[in-house]
T-cell receptor, first 115, second 112 residues
Framework: DTEVTQTPKHLVMGMTNKKSLKCEQHMGHRAMYWYKQKAKKPPELMFVYSYEKLSINESVPSRFSPECPNSSLLNLHLHALQPEDSALYLC??????????????FGPGTRLTVL | KQEVTQIPAALSVPEGENLVLNCSFTDSAIYNLQWFRQDPGKGLTSLLLIQSSQREQTSGRLNASLDKSSGRSTLYIAASQPGDSATYLCAVLPFGNEKLTFGTGTRLTIIP
């Protein structure tokens, strides 16, 4: 099974709301990633978790808060977002974070709209 | 700093033709190069991964090559079909890094 699942598929939230995005994989991968993608642009890395520990934070604003409760699950908690945060949020996983055979598998994404 | 370029940004070809997509990168110190396709509003689908020690990989009608010394990779699609229409992204994983560097993509349209 090479599937990464993400919920919800779509999310609309106000600037004062708190919401969470969820990502799950059952491939036994030990690295998980959050990306943000704007229209007609490549994905931009936000966070990397390796063995359930945060290894990379790409200077993401604190209104985005990642969490990795276990090796299969990755959450992204959202609070006080701005309209410019509207984007497609992608989760990915790989066997390990970095290495010759390290292939990343992506989920279908959550389309986030901030009003 | 690694930079990845994909030219052209958009390409339209008639159904049935063979075609080549290009990817260039500036630093040859990479672990691997990965090709993805992305349909509008969807996630990325991994097509092929080429490790730095490999020259090419094949999957069905797709063949990807890697020339590290010249900083180039190509994705060859044989006998194109309308279902191949999508944006194709290449990404490199630099040595000692956990972060993929993506190209800007080529939007491919196959005309029936």
């Amino acid at each position: 099974d090479t599937e990464v699942t993400q919920t919800p598929k779509h999310l609309v939230m106000g600037m004062t709301n708190k919401k969470s995005l969820k990502c799950e994989q059952h491939m036994g991968h030990r690295a998980m990633y959050w990306y943000k993608q704007k229209a007609k642009k490549p994905p931009e890395l936000m966070f990397v978790y390796s063995y359930e520990k945060l290894s990379i934070n790409e200077s993401v604003p604190s209104r985005f808060s990642p969490e990795c409760p276990n090796s299969s699950l990755l959450n992204l908690h959202l609070h006080a977002l701005q309209p410019e945060d509207s984007a497609l949020y992608l989760c990915a996983s790989s066997q390990l974070a970095g290495g010759p055979g390290d292939e990343q598998f992506f989920g279908p994404g959550t389309r986030l709209t901030v009003l | 700093k690694q930079e990845v370029t994909q030219i052209p940004a958009a390409l339209s070809v008639p159904e049935g033709e063979n075609l080549v997509l290009n990817c260039s990168f500036t630093d040859s110190a990479i672990y691997n190069l990965q090709w993805f396709r992305q349909d509008p509003g969807k996630g990325l689908t991994s097509l092929l991964l080429i490790q730095s020690s490999q020259r090419e990989q094949t999957s069905g009608r797709l063949n990807a090559s890697l020339d590290k010394s010249s900083g180039r990779s190509t994705l060859y699609i044989a006998a194109s079909q309308p279902g191949d229409s999508a944006t194709y992204l290449c990404a490199v994983l630099p040595f000692g890094n956990e972060k993929l560097t993506f190209g800007t993509g080529t939007r491919l349209t196959i005309i029936p």
